[in-house]
DNA sequence: AGTCATCACTGGCACATGTCAATGACGTTT
DNA sequence: AAACGTCATTGACATGTGCCAGTGATGACT
């Protein structure tokens, strides 16, 4: 009889309501948002959740139920300053020795979540941490990307755009180029650019013909203003996602692994040494180029598991990446890999 | 006999310590703070303090006490989006009514803390907030402007400049140019630029000699680089705090009133039309010119309470100000002073 | 060497918070 | 119009947190 939305009308206003001593004595019709109100006085004032319920009229655990909804929605934000995780020395040992210009390394908790649930959560304190204002995220896929885009907190960043990397696959991940996107876009409220082309084409001519599209033709002109990228890296061994997902086939794997390639990341192929490796097929890809990711400013890459260690090293040297996000027994076993030779 | 930091030496390491069961399973040697680590699984992970005594082999109180010294360092940091704040239809309103580019209004709580205080910390909030890597801030004086430095959340600016805008006062106040300005450097361990000159001096004379020094010239190149100012506003009526703490003289004071100064603010007079008032005493006043200081992108005023109303009226008008923190009833009060001419 | 001050850590209690099933209002369907 | 589903809200209970005084170790001073 109090709560349902300030809209007080239906029940008899000036009602000398019975039980009513505390009742709203300032119905405050904030203008703003009862959660923000909340959130206020909780964690800026310090004040102990009765003491709300008291002056907003309302009962504690309702205080509660707008504190979490303030939490979830964004309104407040708890952070861990991520550089002093970079601080810590292993990411700071990692950093000279590959160059890269940040590394950020999980702590290893016993944590019963998946590695790439972890990677993709210190990937998301990270990139809020290095959002600015204004920024034109591109944005690639995988397993742990998508993880990322999950746990993103939600705010409100108009000025930004997330812009797809790469032609959307064939293929129904479940952590496709286009769901990686979106999700990141919703989660900051940013401007959602996505690729609307196939992954990989037929023949070279048609992949032509494609880049010559104006539309498409317009979205890699926006991809070149790229302010960061963000992807995963892929090893090559075994059954990878690369082909069981239908992304490419096995044959055309074999040609990249036969001439030395050992890892895949935003959309190209290297060797342990960091040499790219090309065949036909990236004639055929549709995604941004080599050059063209050298190019932007901050490309954080989230991933690690020991079995990616090679691919991770060659994605280094590459330079396809100068911010890693990785987890601490990945991040020993890059730093001895460096150490070897 | 396990907690006196991770320089296990002392006892016997490989002694079959009785009830060692659950002791540090993983002596963490994390290379990174404990405080740190806590954080990370509290506010991350989302385990229990109990969990995180046991996985870190210490006591639980101890695990509060680093998540305590988390937050008061800055590890962590629980923000309000004061955006959020600014929509809230009150400061729309004072937006749009005086043409401020931000305003941000304090919710009007029962607080018991003082109005200085309360603006003081919503006013640290949005600094914060609005602070990229790189600023040079201008900073006058006042006790909310004090207030606020002291609520400044601990951070790592180093790319940060905070310059003083004025002359230290001879007098001695608790809050003067030279405390508010290595405050706020101190909090965001920013570099610290005082300006080593009187606030006000005898005679035009000494005045232009002081400008001519090459430090103090200096200083003034640097203020005209500011990307923002933090000050306060003060009125003119009673026993002002001008006045009182040495500032200036009562006969100074009243050459401006009978010009029909209503307020000042970043050591400027304006009347409540928001015409500069000026009189002999800017010529032997040391700061930042009015002219200068319009060119500044960003100037946060912080201040409220009934008596400043027409100081904060003249002072919008003369458009020192685009960014605004205040109080409900002052921002009503404001609104409604606008309305009526 | 002995004494004292200081510091970090901890046990345990009082209090604050998180959870959940029950409640009642409202809108929708038959 | 009655029956139903949905949703926000709540009281009461189970946990988790905050705090303080007590303890032992360390280092400084006499």
Same mark, same amino acid.
């Not at 300032?26 to 203008?31: A, D, L, N, S, W």
């Not at 890699?220 to 690369?242: A, E, K, S, Y």
């Not at 692994?257 to 004639?283: L, M, T, Y």
């Given at each position: 009889?109090?709560? +349902? *939305?300030?809209? &007080?009308?239906? %029940?008899? !206003?000036?009602?000398?309501? #019975? ?62 300053? +991520? *550089?002093?995780? &970079?601080?810590? %020395?292993? !990411?700071?040992?990692?950093? #000279? ?11 290893a ?23 600015g204002?204004t ?19 939600p ?5 930004? *755009? ?57 979205h ?19 059954p ?30 290297f ?28 490309r ?9 260690v ?19 027994a ?12």
């Amino acid at each position: 009889m109090k709560h +349902p *939305t300030p809209n &007080a009308a239906p %029940d008899a !206003a000036p009602a000398p309501d #019975a039980k009513s001593a505390a009742r709203r004595p300032i119905p405050p019709q904030f203008g703003m948002d009862q959660a923000l109100w909340a959130a206020w006085l909780y964690y800026e004032d310090g004040l102990k959740q009765d003491h709300i319920a008291e002056q907003m009229g309302i009962s504690r655990a309702s205080v509660f139920n707008l504190l979490q909804k303030a939490r979830d929605e964004g309104i407040v934000t708890i952070a861990i300053d +991520p *550089t002093r995780i &970079a601080r810590a %020395d292993l !990411a700071l040992r990692l950093s #000279a020795a590959t160059g890269l210009s940040e590394c950020f390394v999980l702590p290893a908790g016993n944590s019963t979540a998946s590695l790439h649930e972890q990677i993709g959560h210190l990937g998301a304190r990270v990139l809020e941490n290095r959002l600015g204002e204004t920024e034109v995220i591109g944005v690639a896929w995988g397993r742990t990307v998508m993880r990322l885009s999950q746990l993103l907190t939600p705010m409100q960043r108009p000025n930004v *755009t997330v812009a797809q990397i790469t032609g959307s696959s064939a293929a129904t991940f479940d952590f496709s180029p286009v769901l990686c996107t979106s999700n990141i876009a919703e989660r900051l409220n940013a401007r959602c650019v996505n690729l609307h082309a196939p992954g990989v084409v037929s023949t070279p001519a048609v992949k032509d013909i494609l880049m010559a599209e104006p539309s498409i033709h317009q979205h890699f002109d926006l991809l070149r203003q790229c302010t960061m990228t963000v992807f995963g890296v892929t090893h090559l061994i075994g059954p990878t996602l690369l082909v069981q997902g239908g992304f490419m086939s096995q044959a055309e794997m074999q040609v990249y692994i036969d001439k030395g390639a050992i890892g895949f990341a935003s959309g190209h192929f290297f060797d342990i040494a960091g040499n790219p490796v090309r065949s036909e097929f990236d004639d055929r890809h549709i995604t941004m180029s080599h050059d063209e990711l050298l190019n932007v400013p901050r490309r954080i890459c989230v991933g690690g598991g020991l079995p990616k260690v090679g691919a991770i090293c060659g994605m280094l040297r590459n330079r396809l990446a100068n911010v890693l996000v990785t987890d601490e027994a990945t991040a020993h076993a890059v730093l001895a890999e460096y150490a070897k030779g």
